[in-house]
């Protein structure tokens, strides 16, 4: 079983920065793709961004040019460095891995973007 821990949530000003950051337990093969969804009070939880194995990588329309997604496989890590963040970004941010269609995923970490 795979476990996941997010981290580098917080609160921030609209128009700052945030990095988090996603370690795996275990070996986790870089086949796998793995990326983070979000949820905001009363809604659904969305896909941000997601990297695969050859190192391509998608994001939501939103946050294009805002966010940069990128992975450490020595470190079994993957992290989300947000940029120019606006309150529309506010919510529980979760790391996921995508393995043998199935989602697993860590516990989230709270971002919060107000002045």
């Known amino acids: 079983q795979v476990q996941l821990v997010e981290s580098g949530g917080g609160l921030v000003q609209p128009g700052g920065s945030l990095r988090l950051s996603c370690a795996a337990s275990?070996?986790?093969?870089?086949?796998?793709?793995m990326g983070w969804h979000r949820q905001a009070p009363g809604e659904q939880r969305d896909v941000v961004a997601t990297i695969f194995r050859d190192n391509k990588k998608i994001y939501v329309d939103s946050v294009k040019g805002r966010f940069t997604i990128s992975r450490d496989s020595a470190k079994n890590t993957i992290y989300l460095q947000m940029n120019s963040l606006k309150p529309e970004d506010t919510a529980i941010y979760y790391c996921y891995i995508y393995i043998n269609n199935t989602f697993s995923w860590g516990q989230g970490t709270q971002v919060t973007v107000s002045s």
């Open positions: 275990g070996s986790i093969s870089s086949i796998w793709p």
